[in-house]
């Protein structure tokens, strides 16, 4: 880390010395059926990139080696961070998977040995090896698993519904996260909001709940400050604290006029306790000193007003984590949590000119949403917000709903996603609260966070609506390309196009098939992944080799990216006979067009030999595109990133956050991702909301919990 008061030195576990040539290695216990783990575990590649750009940084000197067989850099904004490790001085990627590893007993280093690009066994040392060791289940966690009634993969994750990614099997169990399938940060963030959404959505009462009494709250803003300090034992947590003479120390602080010891101040006696002194001393500033802030807020806050005070009149001072645990048997740590109590009680202090609840200031929120985008986010995130309660409009340029859903006919695990479509729709058009404006377009925002104008413009002219956020759902389309003479010759067809044809069966009868991944992608016009591509053509070889066995099928790629569990589809496609060859960008496959076929020339990277492969058909993986999304990002004022898809404001802690406070982006929109991945990012508009949240914790309190139907 590079983080602290000092700066990290890299050193070898055995000895202590720092090395000098460090190895990473990919895919250990990975994508290996041996060990019983034949999945990828979807994120090493990348924390690996990552891991080796952190040590260039400690080191610019250190030699690395990093050991792939295929590189996944399938997110947004990958593809351009792993270029630029790869492009760090000293730094080599080499395509092999290491066989043996011995040490030297002399000097300790690490003899790696390895089938080098010509073919030929490779020995090389190194003083430091690193393992990407994937990710598995919990330990204990398919029992845990088992025992809660959820459905269990082969390899113990737990299995969900492509369409419902966070619902189980059982009524009332959600999962999200790794436990559901390996994956990286935004995507875990992401499906965990989904998951709070479809929790709030079902725990929500039937009606709404009665509202809570208003408590009246004074104004103090003419009143001299008179603070109070309560120090709260966390029922024992801080016996390590001094708190009687932190309880003294207090008293003795400028504008204090009460100190007191709580036992549990979150308790129902402790918050009478503390309501009880707040009247009694006539104090309207408080300090609590005990546990952090991020726990009984709402409990706190409740109480203040019961008081009569502003819960913005109250300092929480965080004495269990920023003391009790990290100066455990420290002589100083109760001056040090004195010293935390002054300043949290001279800045109270300062608060001066508030008004109550600064009700002159604040503004109520618009309970209204607004989705753009009627493809498989747009109506899933419309549908959701519906069902939470919230009167949403979806607005849909196009004259039908779907998107890019339409599409798809068939999936890899052998679900209909047509019916699947078709089950959304009619949800989506008997929905109470949910107004679709078809052939229309936003044209105009303007307002603030929660409290926002919308121009729609569509086929009855102009109308403005009032609402409170904004979900950005447009989509994305099908990446333009007229590489390997598509557009030129009928014999060439996109994957999309196949698809279609094979399920409507017009596919022309062929006796063989080729497939050339990233066709425009990957490429100084469109340098990004599209994430889908690898396994949508893996998808369209097995139906075809379904449909006719002795086909010759053969897919050439750069690197095959079947990430998570569809590692398992690529392995099938293989042992179902389909010839997988691999290209280098340098180098790419030529077409040329003959009568009696098209026929595909390459040069095989390992023997360096060329190859030619005569196809009836020419099928191109040819990615994803953002569309035109200008207009709209100036419209939203918001802005997109080097790819044209619309840039969120973190990619890992707010992945579907756009910049502009009230804004949130999913789906294509977003940037290219499977159809489940964006349903999760759509669910998860509701479930990042801070109301659902609220609603969600407040539900349970009051136990007012429903049952499913």
Known sequence: SLAGSSVAHMTRPSDGKPPRKVAFVHCVGSRDNLCGAGYCSSACCMYTAKQVALAKKLDPDLEVTVFFMDLRAFGKDFEAYIDAVQALPGVTYRRAMPSSVHQRQRTGELLVSYAGADGTLQEEAFDLLVLAIGLAPPQGFQDLGRALGLDLNEYGFARTDAYHPTLTGRSGLFVAGAFREPKDIPETVAEAAAAVAEVVAFVRPQRPAPADKPWEVRDVSEEEPRTGVFVCACNGELDGLDLSALVKGARALPGVEHAQLLTAACSPQGLDALVQAIGDAALNRVVLAGCSHRLYADQFDDGMRRAGLDPRFLARVNLRDQVAYPHAGAPARTGKALSLVAMAAAGVRALHGLDALGLTARQPLTQRALVVGGGAAGLTAALQLAHLGLPVHLVEREEQLGGQWRPIRYQVDGSDPQAALRDLLDQVQHTEGLTLHLQTQITALEGDPGRYRATLTGPEGEQTLEVGAVVV?????????????YGQDPRVLTQREMEQQIADGTLARAGS????????????????????????????????????????????????????????????????????????LPHKPQVAARAQGLSVSLTDPVSGLPLELNADLLVLSTGIDAGDQKSLASTLG?????????QEEHAKMKPLDLAKGGLFVAGLAHSPRFLEETIAQAQAMDGMTPAAVTLLLAVIRRGELRKAS
């Open 513 to 584: 098939v080729v497939m050339i991944q990233c066709a425009g992608s990957r490429e100084p016009g469109r340098p990004y992944c599209s994430r889908i591509c690898c396994t949508q053509a893996v998808k369209n070889a097995l139906r075809l080799k379904e449909l006719r066995p002795e086909l010759d099928l053969y897919v050439l790629y750069r690197d095959i990216r079947t990430y998570g569990f569809r590692e398992a589809a690529y392995q099938e496609a293989r042992d179902a006979g389909v010839v997988f060859l691999r290209y280098e």
């Open 473 to 485: 759902a447009t989509g994305g389309q099908p990446a333009p390309t007229t590489d390997y003479l």
């Open 638 to 646: 918001t802005p997109l990133n080097a790819d044209g898809f619309f």
